[in-house]
């Protein structure tokens, strides 16, 4: 192995190490628990590249876009085949009771955009610019999507 190999697998390996426990939280909000490891494996792999070559100034910012942007990918897979199955099958059965499942289904129908702001604010006790750093966006955006994401869980849950 060469140098520049090995010194691109320290950088992968400390950058994993600062992150993973992170992106994989921020994730688990977004998309569930399930799908939560192998979505924050693919994003880190995608964006390893970029990582390390140097080209990113805010490696932090980087990974919770790319996490971000697979789970708008997952979310429209999910939808896709919902909607595929849906027509192709009726449920014979009433579903189970769940106690919070009018809580899940209002923050499942949030964007995830409103739902990655909620999760910052409620979750990681962030600041307002300090969320808008974070996903590279103004303090007056990430505003605006927990303005819509508390109206809505207010409809929905009220």
Known sequence: MTNTATDTSCVQDRLWREHAAGLVGFATFLVGPSDANDLVVEAFLRSVPKLVSGDVDDPTRYLLRAVTNQAHD?????????????????????????????????????????????????????????????????????????????????KALG
Not at 110 to 130: H, I, K, M, P
Not at 133 to 143: A, F, I, K, N
């Open 74 to 154: 997952l979310r429209r897979g999910r939808s896709r085949r919902r909607r595929r199955d849906l027509q192709a099958i009726r449920p014979t059965s009433t579903p189970v009771a769940d106690e919070f499942g009018d809580v899940r289904g209002a923050v499942a129908n949030l964007s995830l955009a409103q739902r990655t702001v909620v999760y910052f604010v409620y979750w990681e006790d962030r600041t307002e610019r300090d969320i808008a750093m974070l996903l590279g966006v103004s303090p007056s955006t990430v505003r605006e999507h927990l303005l819509r994401a508390r109206t809505h869980l207010r």
